[in-house]
């Protein structure tokens, strides 16, 4: 049986309202990204900046990035990649 996204997060533990949020961002990320297998960590840089940029909001960039984080930890863990472009990446919400 072939695990979901969706389903990823809830065995990992996650309430609904989150898996609701990590849903969206990883879907907005992923309608925006169709080539999201193969992105590298300046890929990743490089959208959450053009996303804060069309906003005009630099929180806009944390709440994507739990998504695609978590994206990417299911990729990691289904086998369908071997590294994770963003593991390490954190957001600075400026003042």
Known sequence: METTFENYLYKIHHSELTVKSYLYSAGVFLSERKNA?????????????????????????????????????????????????????QIKIRK
């Not at 959208?47 to 990035?65: F, G, M, P, R």
């Open 37 to 89: 297998l193969t992105l590298k960590y300046k890929d990743i840089i490089d959208y959450l900046t053009e996303k804060e940029k069309a906003y005009q909001n630099a929180n806009i960039k944390k709440q994507l990035l739990l998504g695609i984080k978590k994206y990417y930890d299911y990729l990691v863990a289904t086998n369908q990649r071997e590294d994770h472009p963003c593991r390490g990446l």
